[in-house]
């Protein structure tokens, strides 16, 4: 199975965004405004295995004609999982149909976290902190619970701004993962988990997972700094990681986490959980091709 990205739920969310964006291009054409030149397309997938050479061509002439009619340019950012090893072997592709290397929209790298075996098995190539916060986590006040609500993405987006404030991160525009809730959540293919502390009014900590029929993707979260000795963050990715496992998938995504190895990159020496038994995993990057071309 491939990546999340490239599935019909997916789809189905960028292709409800592509309609809200092709809204906002008629009203910035009528003003004259030059962000009309602007798009967004949704994800092309190749269906047939045995025709994956011929797929990115075929996808990014599609997409340039499709950007013709008033886009500047295509973007692909192509999913196909490599070691880390492997991808910075790799030359910047040379074939002009694949563009020239542009900043990243989704993560390059990421960690895959095995869940086909005994939970206490991912459990124990956790530290024993870690592992401690799990199993202690009601003894703190603290419990963990999934909605299918999408409008709880708003816990979400006010932690995330409370993050934005402090660290100056770029944080995704609201509308962007309200978007996300009322698609992906509606539907089931997403969840909200929410971290609640006893005496507090509001969750202290909230995530959107994915979920296709064999991985969940760690996709969104934030936690609240005022409680940051509690670990919230921690309990919560190991909640995920149960009920992942309880639900028959075989795999937990971190996405968006640098092996250690690699020590050039702006998230280098960043972790969420420390995990012994883990797959590395990158992506091609993103790549720009002008529209006129």
């Known amino acids: 199975m491939g990546h ?18 092709d809204a906002r ?26 025709r994956l050479a011929d797929a990115l061509p ?8 499709e950007a013709r009619l008033g886009a500047a340019f295509v973007r692909v950012e192509p999913m196909s999982a490599m070691s880390p090893r492997v991808r910075s072997r790799r030359s910047p592709p040379r074939r002009s149909n694949r563009g020239s290397a542009v900043a990243r929209v989704q993560p390059e790298f990421t960690q895959r976290v ?6 206490d098995d991912v459990l124990a ?18 419990a963990i619970r999934a909605s299918d609500r999408p409008e709880d993405i708003e816990h979400l987006l006010r932690l995330l701004r409370e993050v934005s404030d402090r660290t100056g991160m770029h944080a995704h525009a609201d509308e962007y993962l309200r978007q996300q809730a009322r698609t992906l959540v509606a539907s089931g293919d997403a969840t909200i988990y929410l971290v609640d502390l006893e005496g507090e009014e509001q969750p202290i900590a909230a995530s959107l997972v994915f979920d296709d029929e064999e991985r969940r993707y760690y996709a969104h979260a934030a936690a609240n700094t005022a409680h940051r000795k509690l670990s919230p963050g921690v309990v919560l990715v190991t909640t995920m990681m149960q009920q992942a496992h ?20 702006a998230w280098s020496g960043f972790r969420e959980v420390a995990l012994v038994r883990r797959r590395q995993v990158a992506f091609s990057g993103a790549w720009g091709c002008p529209s006129a071309r």
């Open 125 to 142: 190539g956790m530290r024993k902190t870690n592992r401690n916060l799990h199993r202690n986590a009601a003894k703190k006040g603290l």
């Open 58 to 65: 075929e996808a990014l002439a599609a997409l340039r004609s």
């Open 114 to 119: 095995r869940l086909d075996r005994p939970f």
């Open 4 to 21: 999340f990205l490239q599935s019909q739920a997916w789809a189905g969310c960028s292709e409800t965004r592509t309609d809200r964006c």
């Open 246 to 265: 309880e639900q028959g998938r075989r795999e937990f995504d971190l996405y968006g986490v640098v092996p250690a190895d690699v020590t050039d990159h």
């Open 25 to 50: 291009r008629r009203r910035l054409e009528r003003a004259g405004d030059p962000r009309a030149g602007q798009t967004e397309l949704a994800p092309v997938r190749c269906t047939a295995p045995a």
